[in-house]
């Protein structure tokens, strides 16, 4: 039973590109959730999606990011235009619709922006 | 959601029982304390979660007070592997499809487990 997965695991991109971060769910869960941690820093909210809706976003700046959960497919987390402050790792977590909180982590994808 | 409050650190001996303590004195009725780890540069795990009993899992047990106003995670043959930082996090459960989803980690506890 595979767990979540995220692809790449590491991603360097120069200022100004875009960075596009996949996420698959573990088998059974309906629910995705991105979460950034800063070097040094703690881990942050970003994003609650479910199929095709996204429910909360209160922790995605305002500008460049994006993140979607197709009705097929892995959720994407987009980053246009990056800047240096965006290098972090992106955790992705999936749970079921009944255990929001019990939820099961990537790996991770480790952003470089040079 | 309550706030918690963790030691920043601990140490713990190979083979022996770790107990991280956590304090959320403002928890309410309707908030569970959960648990999670992050071992270094990997992904955090969940560990285990309760509301006023006492729970057991694979991984660890969860010690809730009678107040609810503490908690304590047993780890109870820690291993050099479980050496991380620890996090308990307290959320409101609503039934059904009703809750937000959003983890909140604070600074957590960096255990070292030593040989």
């Known amino acids: 039973n595979a767990g979540v997965m995220q692809n790449p695991r590491h991603l360097v991109r120069r200022r100004g590109q875009e960075a596009r971060l996949r996420c698959s769910p573990m088998?059974?869960?309906?629910?995705v959730y991105w979460y950034r941690q800063l070097p040094e820093e703690g881990l942050k909210f970003m994003v609650y999606l479910q199929k095709e809706n996204i429910i909360d976003e209160s922790g995605m700046p305002k500008e460049r990011f994006s993140a979607e959960f197709p009705k097929e497919g892995p959720s994407i987390l987009r980053i246009q235009q990056v800047v240096r402050g965006d290098s972090a790792a992106y955790f992705c977590?999936?749970?079921?619709?009944?255990?929001?909180?019990?939820?099961?982590f990537g790996p991770g994808t480790r952003l470089t922006v040079t | 959601d309550a706030k918690t409050t963790q030691p920043p650190s601990m140490d713990c001996a190979e083979g022996r029982a770790a107990n991280l303590p956590c304090n959320h004195s403002t928890i309410s009725g309707n908030e569970y304390v959960y648990w999670y780890r992050q071992i270094h540069s990997q992904g955090p795990q969940y560990i285990i979660h309760?509301?006023?009993n006492n729970e057991t899992n694979e991984m660890a047990s969860l010690i809730i007070t009678e107040d609810r106003k503490s908690s304590t995670l047993i780890l109870p043959h820690a291993t050099l592997r479980d050496t991380a930082v620890y996090y308990c996090?307290?959320?409101?459960?609503?039934?059904?499809?009703?809750?937000?989803?959003?983890?909140?980690f604070g600074q957590g506890t960096t255990l070292q487990v030593k040989p």
């Open positions: 977590a999936s749970s079921t619709r009944t255990a929001a909180y019990e939820q099961y």
């Open positions: 088998k059974g869960h309906s629910h």
């Open positions: 996090i307290v959320r409101v459960v609503l039934r059904g499809s009703s809750n937000t989803g959003k983890l909140i």
């Open positions: 309760g509301l006023k």
